[in-house]
């Protein structure tokens, strides 16, 4: 058997598991989604979104990407958000990080990782250099690393908030909530390092009028 066949008999497994458990859960959530949360996390296999989390199909809307980077350029990671924030109506946008990123660990190294993956952890360099002070003042090279997964959520978090999605959804419906959280690989255990409640002021260079 090919390794690829062993996913295909897993699902159909997995299905008959859900009807068995639950005749109308594919009906369900074939006919509406309604998830309550948007998850922009790390492309990484160990952290899965809703295994992690205790979620079931149609309860999480993700994307994910190296090192869950938000960036305002990003038409794929942006639609995403248009999408689950004006459309979905999420209550909850969640930026998940991890310790132990390998994302952030080629970002902290000089190593040339040629064309399209320098471009985008060029990215996590500047997130380092706008906190190069309180980095520099961390001796220790892996809390250093661990500081640095934290801060880079903290900046994509604030990412969200500069956009006129968010903005927008703020003013009308007072709504969605921004989480920054950092998983630990080692223990499973989800951190939640910074928090943007809806309508939280933002830096006014960003703050657009007429939305
Ligand atoms: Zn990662």
């Known amino acids: ?5 062993k996913l295909l008999l897993e699902n159909k497994a997995w299905a008959q598991e859900r009807i068995k458990a639950d005749p109308d859960f594919f009906n369900r959530l074939a ?3 309604t ?6 996390g790390c492309s990484d296999s160990r952290v899965p979104a809703n295994e992690i989390t205790g979620t079931k199909p149609g309860e999480i809307f993700v994307h994910r990407n190296i090192a869950n980077l938000v960036l305002h ?5 942006l639609s995403v958000l248009d999408y689950a924030v004006t459309h979905l109506e999420v209550k909850h946008i969640i930026v998940c ?4 990123c390998g ?3 080629a970002a ?5 990782y040629n064309q399209v993956l320098n471009m985008w952890l060029r990215n996590i360099k500047d997130v380092f250099r706008l906190h190069q002070t309180e980095l520099d003042g961390i001796e220790d090279e892996d809390k250093k690393y661990e500081r640095l997964t934290e801060l880079n959520v903290q900046e994509q978090v604030m990412h969200l908030a500069k956009t006129s999605i968010i903005q927008r959804a703020w003013k009308n419906r007072q709504a969605p909530d921004l ?4 998983y630990g690989l080692k223990d499973g255990i989800i951190n939640p390092v910074f928090e943007m409640k809806a309508n939280t002021r933002i830096d006014p260079l960003y703050e657009y009028d007429d939305l």
């Open 108 to 112: 902290m190294s000089n190593r040339n």
């Open 31 to 33: 006919a509406l989604q």
């Open 1 to 5: 058997m090919k390794s690829y066949d």
């Open 179 to 182: 989480h920054g959280w950092v």
């Open 103 to 105: 994302g952030i660990k």
């Open 73 to 77: 350029n990003d038409t794929n990671c």
């Open 97 to 100: 990080g991890h310790y132990g």
């Open 35 to 40: 998830p309550e949360f948007l998850w922009i």
